[in-house]
């Protein structure tokens, strides 16, 4: 019988781990995957080149993350404040440092 007492507490370290990446799971269901197009069109197109990740953060809920890496190009920013911060009617482009052209939509 003392061997049970080990293995109710392996199950309870192996269990904590799994219940924190629930919660991050729950935290991340409003960031956003943004969309990517091919190409960039010039003088129709509002283009930041990210040197660094992220390029903002702010106050909001929710990230948004690079449609082809998935890293995280806003942090806790909408696209509504994102493109706020920008002051652009163009569309807004953000090209990720993987490459990926990445399309902060209008809301
Ligand atoms: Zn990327």
Redesign the pocket.
């Known amino acids: 019988m003392t061997e049970r007492e080990p293995n109710l507490f392996r199950t309870l370290v192996i269990y904590r781990p799994g219940a924190r990446i629930l919660k991050e799971f729950a935290m991340s269901e409003s960031s956003i995957t943004l969309e990517t197009v091919e190409e960039v069109r010039p003088g129709a197109d509002a283009h930041i080149r990210a040197n660094k990740l992220p390029v903002m953060t702010g106050t909001d809920e929710g990230d948004l993350n690079?449609?082809?890496?998935?890293?995280t190009?806003a942090e806790k920013t909408t696209p509504a404040s994102f493109r706020r911060k920008i002051q652009t009617d163009q569309r807004l482009i953000v090209e990720?440092?993987?490459?990926?052209l990445?399309v902060v939509p209008k809301s």
């Open positions: 690079c449609g082809k890496c998935g890293k190009i990720c440092p993987c490459g990926a990445n």
